[in-house]
């Protein structure tokens, strides 16, 4: 008989000499770039094929820019994109599931102010198959009467759920905040409009803006790129138009003020949403720009997270982001909150803005978002899907594969002082959102920290 003693964690982290001391972190290996071939077809539909051969497969991205002034839009949008994969002269819904099971594959479709985004995969064998029914789609769409009506009821369904969820009245009062009534605010449309949406209207709308010119397709894979070029070129020849898909308006620049409180009757929970303009991802001061975001509450070490949730609990989760557009950057800073410390929340917040501002990160904490930065972007684009998505959100900025086997390196060439001087985009009055809650909980408490507008 053998016996095995046991040790505690404690006791498996030192020696007789003392604790263990951790390693130094190595430097991040250089990622191999793929092989990628990026191109204009004749029709103005942008093409951009990596070989990764990981797995024998591929992946399929498409940007189709969608944006549209009128305020039933985002409805006729939401019905296209549900019912844009339902049938078409050669096949019907369920042959076009069929050719795609067959090969492995999938399609599915979905838009938002800015885009009509569909993606896919399949069997890197089945890859002519996954375009042949997309380019069907794109040529061909029905939209047969049935479809159409069955998608609409489930969607009228879907929305109105979603507009009772705490997170997307957040998510839409903030847009409203920053933007009014620019196109890009109008991210969930109204369950009414969507109810009155005609298989016409919609039909309409695919010959008005579903669109090459101006559009992107990205496929990753085991794939020979510039062969998949051609088979791209050749099987998108009848997809054509004279006009270009339209982007979306510029965005007016976010003026920092006061938060507004939103009420919600009865709510337990705090909603907090703030932002800040920041500057586009192409600006060269966004590589710093970056590393500040991540000090101060884009990663789990981060100086936000550890206040409001680890010291003193008063969230599950804090985060701070950047969103972009071709155009435009900002800042977004998330929390959700019981009601009873909604304000103190909000001024933990408000004082670690102003901390990273007037005390700007320290060589360690610049280092740690520098590696955690460099190690996310190498991880991302590991996969096959990760490669092709992030391929996808550059195109749309007008970057490309060079941008992203370049911004390591531009990450690694940030020093401490232009940190420092990011970190002045982070003064507490730059900001402006709102706080989704009850008001008659939160009014007092939130009238005597200022800077807020009750309703």
Do not use: C
């Amino acid at each position: 008989m053998t016996s095995a003693t046991h040790r505690s964690a404690e006791r498996i982290g030192h020696t007789e000499q003392g604790p263990r001391p951790l390693p130094p972190l190595a430097e991040p290996r250089a990622g191999r770039q793929p092989e990628t071939v990026d191109t204009m077809l004749e029709n103005g539909l942008r093409v951009i094929v990596a070989r990764h051969g990981a797995v024998p497969m591929v992946e399929l991205r498409l940007r189709i820019p969608f944006a549209g002034e009128d305020a039933t839009h985002p409805a006729r949008a939401e019905v296209l994109a549900e019912t844009l994969l339902t049938g078409t002269p050669r096949r019907d819904r369920v042959r076009m599931d069929t050719d795609l099971a067959a090969v492995g594959g999938t399609l599915q479709a979905v838009v938002d102010p800015e885009r009509l985004s569909i993606t896919g995969d399949a069997l890197a064998s089945g890859m002519e198959t996954l375009l042949d029914v997309l380019t069907d789609a794109l040529t061909e769409a029905s939209y047969p009467e049935h479809e159409v009506s069955g998608e609409r009821e489930r969607l009228v369904e879907r929305i109105t759920v979603a507009r009772s969820q705490p997170r997307t009245i957040a998510r839409e009062e903030l847009q409203y905040h920053r933007y009014g009534d620019h196109p890009f605010a109008r991210e969930v449309p109204q369950a009414a409009d969507v109810a009155e949406v005609t298989p016409e209207q919609v039909r309409q709308l695919h010959r008005d803006a579903v669109l090459p010119r101006g559009s992107t397709l990205v496929l990753v894979g085991d794939i020979d790129p510039e062969a998949t070029v051609e088979t791209v070129r050749r099987m998108t020849s009848g997809w054509q138009s004279e006009g270009a898909a339209r982007e979306i308006p510029a965005l007016p620049e976010v003026v920092g003020g006061d938060v507004r409180l939103v009420h919600r009757e009865g709510a337990v929970q705090s909603q907090l949403r703030f932002s800040a303009q920041a500057v586009p991802r192409t600006d060269e001061r966004y590589p710093a720009l970056q590393i500040a975001n991540l000090v101060f509450g884009g990663y789990f070490s981060s100086r936000l997270v550890e206040n409001i949730r680890e010291d003193k609990g008063y969230t599950y989760g804090a985060h701070s982001t950047f969103e972009f557009t071709p155009d435009n950057g900002t800042i977004l800073v998330d929390a959700d909150t019981a009601s009873e410390v909604t304000a103190a929340a909000l001024l933990e917040i408000r004082y670690e803005l102003g901390k990273l501002a007037l005390v700007p990160p320290s060589e360690a904490e610049v280092e740690s978002a520098r590696q955690y930065a460099i190690g996310g972007l190498l991880t991302s684009t590991s996969s096959q899907s990760g490669l092709a998505s992030m391929l996808m959100n550059v195109a749309a900025l007008g970057l490309g594969q060079d941008w992203l086997s370049e911004h390591p390196e531009r990450l690694r060439a940030v020093t401490h002082q232009q940190v420092a001087e990011a970190a002045r985009w982070y003064v507490p009055t730059a900001f402006t959102g709102v706080v989704v809650g009850d008001a008659e909980q939160l009014g007092d408490q939130l009238r005597g920290l200022g800077g807020v507008t009750l309703p």
